[in-house]
């Protein structure tokens, strides 16, 4: 996440200190580092957590006495659904982190696919919110004390978000606001 974070908090961050433009260009290293931790991520909820039981990452528990699976962990389940699309937009922008890849795309086509780091993110915070906040309450079981990452989270949530609410503002300061003249002429008018 803290990958992640820093790929889509880097460029905004860069509006604001100029000697933060050198670094950009390790944006890709960090969105690949990042999918190869999520690979590991899963790879390790896969066997140690789940243990290759697919219905069990989605909430589900085999019941011996129903013969079928059951529902037992409802957040459980959409978490991981949401943590499993998370992996698959990691994998596709990580494979396509390359050079090589720039170019069969177009810079255009490119960018347009890379854009997808900005969902990714958004997926991320809802996946690790859930397991930060909710997963372990249940009715059934003590409530445990609050994770300690939890004001870290929010704190790098918080930075992203600001950042990025920031640099839109500068942008669209810098930019003036349109005017229809600039855009194509005259207001048009509606007949009737």
């Not at 085999?62 to 079928?68: K, Q």
């Not at 990452?149 to 669209?172: E, K, M, S």
Request: hydrophobic share 55%; aromatic share 12%.
């Amino acid at each position: 996440m803290v990958l992640v974070a820093l790929s889509v908090g880097l460029g905004p961050l860069a509006r604001f200190l100029r000697s933060i433009v050198r670094v950009l260009p390790f944006r890709r290293e960090l969105g690949i580092y990042a999918c190869l931790l999520a690979i590991v991520h899963a790879a390790v909820i896969l066997i140690g957590w789940v243990q290759w039981d697919l219905m069990r990452l989605f909430g589900f528990e085999w019941h011996p006495e129903l013969l079928t699976y059951v529902m037992l962990q409802h957040g459980f389940g959409l978490a991981n659904a949401i943590g499993v699309a998370a992996l698959l937009l990691t994998i596709l922008l990580g494979v396509t982190s390359s050079d090589f890849a720039m170019r069969r795309l177009g810079v255009s086509g490119w960018k347009f696919l890379q854009m997808g780091v900005l969902p990714l993110w958004w997926l991320t915070v809802a996946h690790v919110a859930y397991f930060l906040f909710m997963h372990f309450l249940s009715f059934h079981r003590a409530t445990p004390p609050p994770n300690t990452l939890q004001p870290l989270f929010l704190g790098l949530v918080a930075v992203v978000f600001a950042l990025r609410g920031a640099a839109y503002v500068l942008t669209v300061r810098a930019k003036g606001k349109s005017r229809p003249e600039e855009m194509g002429g005259d207001r048009a008018t509606i007949s009737t």
